[in-house]
């Protein structure tokens, strides 16, 4: 009954996934980034795609080839991200797997800075939207389900716990991204699902593609219950 017509069982679903780091430029050649490499929110759009949904991939710039059947938006900035989301929705599902650069350099002069101008260059940060709560949060067009991540360092179920009160999402999957975890650009992911509502339920260490293909079977149970 889970799976529907043909195993297809998010036939007729809208999906949008964001993945990848954001680039925040600093001049015209220089930026910010960090070293997420787009494997698990790619992972997810492809299992959706396979699970039938119409899924619109929201990509920073990654080295991962774009998904087969799902239509790739590519993006820079943090501000372009939030506008491509925008611009898919209405959407029945949306999971924020990308790493948005929490700030951006205030303003990025046309021309590159150089080191002839003398002294070293100070940067000022503004803080970038934060593209999963403003979907999470929309009044109209909030998507049924929202899911984040959330990138952790130290007492990640506490951390990710407080994520999920204050973004407004329906489940993070929070994360280890300590350093020794391998987990930022590696093939493997270690998370708990963390649900309003309910028991922390931790996932064994699997590679990204099984945490793709097990979040896609947890949103099928989810639609299938009529939960979201
Ligand atoms: N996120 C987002 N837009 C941002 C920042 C984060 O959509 N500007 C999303 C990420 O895609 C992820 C979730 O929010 O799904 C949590 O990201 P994370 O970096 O762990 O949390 P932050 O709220 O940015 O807090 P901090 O980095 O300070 O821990
Ligand atoms: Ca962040």
């Not at 087969?68 to 924020?96: N, R």
């Not at 270690?190 to 793709?212: D, H, Q």
Request: proline share 9%; charged share 25%.
């Amino acid at each position: 009954a889970l799976l529907g017509p043909a195993g297809r069982p998010l036939a007729g679903r809208r999906a949008l996934v964001t993945s990848g780091p954001t680039r925040e430029p600093i001049d015209p050649v220089r930026y910010i980034a960090n070293h997420s490499s787009g494997r698990q929110g790619h992972a997810i759009a492809a299992a959706l795609a396979r699970a039938g949904a119409e899924v619109t991939l929201v990509s920073g710039p990654v080295i991962q080839p774009d998904p087969p059947g799902v239509s790739v938006v590519h993006v820079g900035t943090a501000l372009e991200m939030l506008a491509a989301c925008e611009a898919a929705l209405p959407a029945d599902i949306a999971v924020c797997a990308a790493a948005v650069a929490d700030w951006r350099p205030e303003a990025a002069p046309g021309s590159k800075i150089k080191k002839e101008d003398g002294g070293e260059p100070v940067l000022r940060l503004v803080e970038n939207p934060d593209i999963l709560r403003t979907l999470a949060t929309r009044p109209d067009d909030r998507p049924a389900l929202v899911v984040g991540f959330a990138a952790e360092t130290g007492d990640i179920l506490a951390y990710g716990e407080r994520k999920l009160g204050r973004k407004g999402c329906d489940w993070i999957l929070a994360n280890d991204v300590s350093p020794e975890t391998g987990v930022f650009g590696g093939g493997e992911n270690s998370v708990v699902l963390l649900r309003r509502g309910a028991a922390p339920e931790p996932w064994p260490k699997l590679a990204k593609e099984e945490v793709a293909a097990r979040l896609v079977e947890r949103i099928v149970a989810a639609f299938a219950m009529g939960e979201p």
